[in-house]
């Protein structure tokens, strides 16, 4: 078997001259960010070949790399193919993580809280007269054993299987299952819940599910259903815990069908999400978080038997969830923070995760502090006149060549809408064309000459100001509404962004990475993201992306005990500073409202 | 206020001339034995006057005390009224314990597993948005806050009460509760159940309760019941479980009644019982117990939500169950053991309850062992013609003067049976008078004179000898079958007690101290004991009275967190050995059934 070395992560992979190099790193789990999708533009995936052949120099190649990289042997992933056996070197920064379904992974050992064992409990003599609880802790080596087990008493001498949790014994099978042994890691977001299914015995990841967080029908952001709550004090939180937990056991139900998994084998749920969802979910309120001064009712780690909250169909899982750090700053951000080790480097880097809420943490000389800014979910297509998610037929990317407008779409099929990366792209091409202004207002169709090519797409709707981006049978229009929502947002997030480095003392000079955590957040391009001036110019090149950091989190909490100690540490460590208290804040957001000046 | 210094205990009571000096020590849980009931003619309640005046000497003392102990001091604490302050020492062996109704409790520290305390929840602020978990982890002073009190969330600034277990905090109250913390410790026999309800904060017993078990229906020993549970595996064990809770909860509610307690302020039931009880209380067959190798389903320590075995009227209670060694040792034995702090002493003692089952336990050079012997129910008034519980109208005492017998009756009322202490008199006197021989065997009307002051009592029967005991209405006899029962229950415990000290390699001369545990030995004298040839002879000065030593381990179990913790190591040092295994034991068996010889 010819083998590929990647020399910095000290890894060998299978070689396969058949496909290009990346897909064959992400084949393994080596995560490379590649926001231009393998066009060979964005210049994320370069790696330099230390040994070994592979296919010549391409012309995209050429355009991409300056003749020093190419000295040096850096060539780019996505377009050259290996020849024989080779060594390289990844060069992206977060390429010493591996990935999971779509968030960064970095090496753990596996050291989950769930066990099962194959045992065959013997007779007990007159010599001997050891009870059964003893014979079945010696058997399943745990500290202690359920006394429910002992009724009705296990068999002596026949095949049974234990589950242990965290040492103790709760479950007996008959005959041996101890194969059979599955878990489960979720993210759930306000609006999306991605779900993996995983082999607790060998960490495989068996299948993914995502779905819209079925308590859409309630609000579409957090504080919407946190007013539902408010209004309807004696029934809503039991009603969204018992939309999200039967919608959440459905997909899982569906998935073990579909894997053939008996849903009675498996045994524990690890959850990451947002301080509000952990509240529903443990049919807690959230009123709390909805109100000033937003102190939430808790925000420790929760280990619960999945029953408790209204689970029927997986009887022996229990629930852990992880920790939070306050009201906005939720468990799936400290599972974000923990994926991509913030804490342990000594670069000084920032976590965002962009959502309804953008989050940020910065990790500076050892501390880390944290801010989080009501963005709302415009960056997600949702509250935009035809945004919708990123499903097909949506627009995920626009440009805007004079008359011409080019447009991707999911799937390639009829555009529908927009979603949250089209949104931004619109507004990026929108300034770029000088259709918007900086101050965010469409131009005014008297102001631009009738021969502009844009000049037909600009309409008046009423007395609002609109642009058509596609015609056919359901034209797509950005209305000046959707604009001031982008606007919003971006004011939220820059000036967050502001107040987390100036309350830590630093320039943004000072800063070496910015993290782009969260599902969202990977679909939005540096380009788009300093282009509409979410983040500023001069940090283009410090971004990268991490995926579904949150998932990722709960996957390494599924898979690793210690893992979710270190997370309950991190929680208690991360510094979490209301924005409002911040001096100035208010003028701060009004500055970052601005859009900056592109160069057309 | 003038005062008795007990110079052995240093411990000081309040003097009161016009109560004699053992009810004195009694009333202030200094517990002296005395098997006489206050005659003086035990001897067991001597004392020796250190300093201080008392009344006269006493023609009784003159009798009972030699002219030696008259010259140090020595009174008997029964006869003798204190005139001024005084210093006395106490002379009795187990003088050093105090007494909780019945069972002796050596001095320790209270430091319950429930605390209370009053808090007022303080609101956050922007500054400091404590979470409202934190707010009740800080105010109850606890470890751990129980998700389930946040739903719904607590009010602030209200008056509230927290209730921790183990320093987890699982219970709220409004208002301030702080003061009504109560527990309960029981003793589940196989016959009967005693119960305290126990004030937490002061260590107070506020009120006492005793129950016949109502699985008697189920049979009236251990073996009977299990065989139910054999004969009914679908029902019994389910059945009774039901019985022994309801039954249980009944006497509590009734007992919270009497005393004004609102049920929902009893937070914890400590269970001491033998270990087919518990099996019982928890639901678990105890099938494996009645069978040989008798292994039991479980041996050790307990703790649950008393809801989770049926419990319905005290919602916040837990139960802690004290741990067992083997399935004929229980954790009865364990508490006793404990609380007469056999493990602590130099000296060779053996513990002894008399019950269904005689338990053994003997401390020899720091090394405990046990056996367990089953005695049947004879002792306890059981299985026996005209037998019948310690109850009013029962005969507790004979002696036999020629031809008069003179009967002791409960409440003096007229004679209706024979309890426990009423059989084992009759057939010591019986002994004595030559009506049975010391094989067991009723003396043959013809080799009685007639004119014997004895001869119309006995009585045949169909082919069977009986004894008239008492005329009247009610006539109460004792039969050959009677004896037999008696016998085997004095064989049983006799050659057991000789097993144990042949297994541990001493003899009977190196034993120090022979302590009768349980409430049916408190009723047994040492003169019936050795008499009837239960205990050997010359053990008699040895023998002491250590009351419900089953329900005072509970008792302490409720008070004090270290006492589990105790009592669990206890219970796996106690070495425990099925007699039928000891080499010779039907010899050992057969010889101890012969009466002993009594002098006239």
């Known amino acids: 078997m010819q083998e590929i070395l990647i020399q910095n992560l000290n890894k060998r992979i299978k070689m396969d001259p058949h496909k290009n190099l990346m897909t064959q790193l992400m084949e393994h789990q080596i995560f490379i960010d590649h926001p231009c999708n393998g066009k060979g533009t964005c210049r994320k995936c370069r790696v330099r070949i230390v040994k070994g052949d592979v296919t010549t120099l391409t012309e995209t190649e050429k355009q991409h790399l300056s003749s020093g990289?190419?000295?040096?042997?850096?060539?780019?992933?996505?377009?050259?193919?290996?020849?024989?056996?080779?060594?390289?070197?990844?060069?992206?920064?977060?390429?010493?993580?591996?990935?999971?379904?779509?968030?960064?992974?970095?090496?753990?050992?596996?050291?989950?809280?769930?066990?099962?064992?194959?045992?065959?409990?013997?007779?007990?003599?007159?010599?001997?007269?050891?009870?059964?609880?003893?014979?079945?802790?010696?058997?399943?080596?745990?500290?202690?054993?359920?006394?429910?087990?002992?009724?009705?008493?296990?068999?002596?001498?026949?095949?049974?299987?234990?589950?242990?949790?965290?040492?103790?014994?709760?479950?007996?099978?008959?005959?041996?299952?101890?194969?059979?042994?599955?878990?489960?890691?979720?993210?759930?977001?306000?609006?999306?819940?991605?779900?993996?299914?995983?082999?607790?015995?060998?960490?495989?990841?068996?299948?993914?599910?995502?779905?819209?967080?079925?308590?859409?029908?309630?609000?579409?952001?957090?504080?919407?259903?946190?007013?539902?709550?408010?209004?309807?004090?004696?029934?809503?939180?039991?009603?969204?815990?018992?939309?999200?937990?039967?919608?959440?056991?459905?997909?899982?139900?569906?998935?073990?069908?579909?894997?053939?998994?008996?849903?009675?084998?498996?045994?524990?749920?690890?959850?990451?999400?947002?301080?509000?969802?952990?509240?529903?979910?443990?049919?807690?309120?959230?009123?709390?978080?909805?109100?000033s001064p937003y102190a939430p009712a808790f925000i420790t780690s929760k280990d619960l038997k999945a029953a408790a909250i209204g689970f029927q169909k997986m009887p022996a899982m229990n629930i852990y969830c992880l920790p939070s750090v306050s009201a906005y700053i939720g468990a799936d951000i400290v599972a974000g923070v923990f994926s991509c080790q913030l804490q342990q480097r000594k670069e000084t880097r920032l976590l965002i995760d962009i959502g309804t809420n953008g989050e940020m943490v910065l990790s500076h000389e050892g501390k880390l502090s944290a801010c989080s800014c009501a963005a709302g979910p415009a960056l997600e297509g949702m509250n935009i006149s035809n945004g919708m998610r990123a499903a097909k037929g949506a627009i995920e990317d626009i440009e805007i060549d004079r008359s011409e407008i080019k447009l991707k779409v999911i799937e390639n099929a009829e555009p529908v809408g927009l979603c949250g990366s089209g949104i931004l792209a619109a507004t990026k091409e929108l300034l770029r064309s000088g259709m918007v202004k900086k101050n965010g207002a469409f131009i005014k169709k008297t102001e631009l000459e009738e021969d502009h090519p844009l000049y037909q797409r600009l309409h008046i709707n009423g007395k609002k100001r609109e642009f058509l981006i596609a015609e056919g049978n359901q034209p797509i229009y950005i209305t000046q509404s959707d604009i001031r929502q982008v606007q919003l947002a971006k004011g939220a997030l820059l000036s967050g962004f502001y107040a987390l480095l100036d309350q830590a003392g630093i320039t943004i000079d000072q800063l070496d990475e910015i993290i782009v955590a969260g599902q969202f957040g990977a679909h939005l391009s540096a380009d788009h993201l300093v282009e509409t001036g979410i983040l500023p110019r001069e940090t283009k090149e410090k971004i990268s992306y991490a995926g579904n950091t949150s998932k990722t989190g709960a996957y390494m909490a599924l898979m690793a005990v210690d893992a979710r100690k270190t997370m309950e540490n991190l929680a208690q460590e991360i510094q979490y500073k209301e924005l409002s208290t911040h001096p100035d804040y208010e003028k701060l957001f009004r500055d970052s409202l601005e859009f900056p000046k592109l160069e057309d």
Chains 1, 2 share one sequence.
């Open 69 to 291: 990289e190419l000295a040096e042997g850096i060539r780019l992933a996505c377009l050259i193919y290996p020849l024989t056996e080779m060594t390289v070197e990844t060069l992206q920064k977060e390429a010493a993580c591996q990935v999971l379904t779509q968030g960064a992974l970095p090496e753990f050992e596996y050291h989950p809280s769930i066990e099962k064992k194959k045992i065959q409990l013997q007779r007990p003599s007159l010599e001997n007269q050891t009870s059964m609880e003893e014979s079945l802790l010696k058997a399943a080596k745990a500290q202690s054993v359920d006394w429910e087990l002992l009724h009705p008493m296990p068999p002596y001498q026949k095949m049974l299987t234990t589950v242990c949790r965290y040492g103790h014994c709760y479950q007996l099978e008959e005959g041996d299952t101890a194969d059979q042994l599955y878990g489960i890691a979720v993210d759930i977001g306000t609006t999306t819940i991605a779900a993996s299914l995983v082999n607790i015995r060998t960490g495989a990841e068996l299948g993914v599910t995502s779905m819209i967080n079925p308590q859409h029908c309630y609000g579409s952001d957090v504080l919407t259903r946190i007013t539902y709550q408010i209004e309807n004090p004696e029934t809503a939180v039991q009603a969204m815990q018992k939309t999200l937990v039967g919608k959440l056991e459905e997909a899982m139900i569906d998935l073990c069908q579909t894997l053939q998994i008996n849903p009675a084998h498996v045994y524990e749920m690890t959850v990451a999400a947002n301080t509000t969802m952990l509240h529903t979910l443990l049919g807690i309120s959230a009123e709390s978080i909805g109100i």
